[in-house]
């Protein structure tokens, strides 16, 4: 258990990084944290399905200025390793993930609170043309936060392993199945917030396409995808068209009013 604490910790602290120090890999989406954690407990098809029930639910979270949003990736990992090591499926991941999720939350404002002090360090030595200084400024704060994830993922591993799982099995089977209807429910919210991202007035036209194609044509996901994409390019070409033809009468204008008149 010890050894898959660890483990466990690493894929978190792993998917923290992910847009500080790696890029936007997506490592740290829970569609990827769900397939890691299962490789870690031994079950990759519970973790796959797992992640991708929480990714329905997050897919909308993102930080926006100064706004931080929960916590996915602890939320995600000790969910989906919880639900794997219980042996109740989705809907007990659905339901220990959230909470855990906004919990972390605010260990994370609490390290980026922390790491502000840093930068202003980093300036200091900025100044003084210190570059070993400010090299070192620059890899405290990414440490930081591998170990607020790192650390509180492990900890609940080892500690909260059988006692979540004692809790879990002494909750009765009604209520875990009115759990899972209410879990069934929460990806509904997050398509809500990343249509609230995008959602506008000209784009809502292609939404309400998209619905009545599922809703009255009986088309998968996959399906509206690929007609969406034809869409969008039959869309491209037609604009670009135009807007060729639009610059060819522009240039036959300034030509007359030059004078450059053929009357062969």
Not at 47 to 59: D, K, S, T
């Amino acid at each position: 258990m010890v050894s898959q604490a660890i483990m466990l910790g690493i894929v978190a602290g792993i998917g923290i990084l992910d847009s500080r120090i790696f890029g936007a890999l997506m490592l740290e989406r829970p569609l990827v944290t769900g397939l890691l954690v299962g490789l870690v407990l031994g079950d990759v098809k519970q973790g796959v399905i797992i992640g991708a029930q929480l990714e329905l639910i997050w897919m909308g979270i993102a930080g926006i200025g100064a706004a931080t949003p929960p916590d996915v990736v602890t939320g995600g990992v000790l969910g989906t390793a919880f639900a794997i090591l219980s042996g109740k499926g989705p809907e007990v991941a659905l339901v220990i993930a959230v909470p855990i999720a906004v919990l972390a939350q605010s260990l994370g404002v609490f390290v980026r609170i922390v790491n502000g002090y840093f930068m202003h360090k980093a300036e200091k030595f900025a100044a003084k043309a210190d570059f070993r200084g400010v090299t070192l400024m620059m890899w405290i704060p990414p440490v930081l936060f591998f170990l607020s994830v790192f650390i509180p993922t492990f900890l609940a591993i080892i500690i909260g392993a059988d006692q979540v799982k004692g809790l879990i099995n002494a909750v009765p089977k009604t209520i875990l199945d009115g759990l899972g209807v209410a879990g069934n429910l929460l990806p509904a919210v997050g398509f809500a917030l990343l249509l609230d991202m995008l959602y506008s007035k000209k784009m809502a036209v292609f939404f309400f396409l998209g619905f009545l194609a599922a809703s009255y044509l009986g088309l998968n996901i996959t399906a509206i995808a690929l007609f969406g994409a034809c869409i969008a390019i039959i869309i491209h070409i037609v604009l670009s068209n135009n807007k060729n033809e639009v610059g060819n009468g522009s240039v036959a204008i300034n030509n007359l009013t030059e004078g450059e008149i053929d009357f062969d």
